[in-house]
T-cell receptor, first 112, second 112 residues
């Protein structure tokens, strides 16, 4: 069974602080996606990384795909209350499959 | 443009009653379709995925089943609900497993 473990599970920080969320697996994925989810809604895609070692930036968010394509990280600089939400990584293409496997989630709360 | 509809939004059902959640996609053909279940503040557990009509892959043995009677229709069912079936159910579609997944609004199921 493919598993994607995220850490930390919960994170409460003050506005302006930096944070990093980790997504780890023993499986190799052809690509990895990051989503953010608001309460009562479905997740919305933030970014997709496909190359080992790839780094993508989305304003204050920096995403990195591990060299071995088994792990990824999300770094947020100068967090704002609007960043509050559930962050989910999702791995695709682990073998000859058509399934998208989601991580365990990181619940982020940014206090003003 | 593509849209995904999932209903109902909330559902309260007694133990032992049947279940039918429906999901339809518009504006695309032959999508990958997924059913996920989510515990509060946690990641998404993949329940079923489908790459075509009548093709269903089950990820977790359980009290639920899925069907795809039409290309853009995905149904989650149960003959007899258990208390442990309570949760937030999300339907999603994608062009392929490594492309963006688009989610419905979710169904909050409470089994009493």
């Amino acid at each position: 069974t493919q598993l994607l473990e995220q850490s930390p599970q919960f994170l409460s920080i003050q506005e302006g602080e930096n944070l990093t969320v980790y997504c780890n697996s023993s499986s190799v994925f052809s690509s990895l996606q990051w989503y953010r989810q608001e309460p009562g809604e479905g997740p919305v895609l933030l970014v997709t990384v496909v190359t080992g070692g790839e780094v993508k930036k989305l304003k204050r968010l920096t995403f990195q795909f591990g060299d071995a394509r088994k792990d990824s990280s999300l770094h947020i600089t100068a967090a704002q209350p609007g960043d509050t939400g559930l962050y989910l990584c999702a791995g695709a293409g682990g073998g000859a499959t058509n399934k998208l496997i989601f991580g365990t989630g990181t619940l982020l709360a940014v206090q003003p | 443009s593509q849209t995904i509809h999932q209903w109902p939004a909330t559902l309260v059902q007694p133990v032992g009653s049947p279940l039918s959640l429906e999901c339809t996609v518009e504006g695309t053909s032959n999508p990958n379709l997924y059913w996920y279940r989510q515990a509060a503040g946690r990641g998404l557990q993949l329940l079923f995925y489908s790459v075509g009509i009548g093709q269903i892959s089950s990820e977790v043995p359980q009290n639920l089943s899925a069907s795809r009677p039409q290309d853009r229709q995905f149904i989650l069912s149960s003959k007899k609900l258990l208390l442990s079936d309570s949760g937030f159910y999300l339907c999603a579609w994608s062009v392929a497993e490594d492309t963006e997944a688009f989610f419905g609004q979710g169904t909050r199921l409470t089994v009493v």
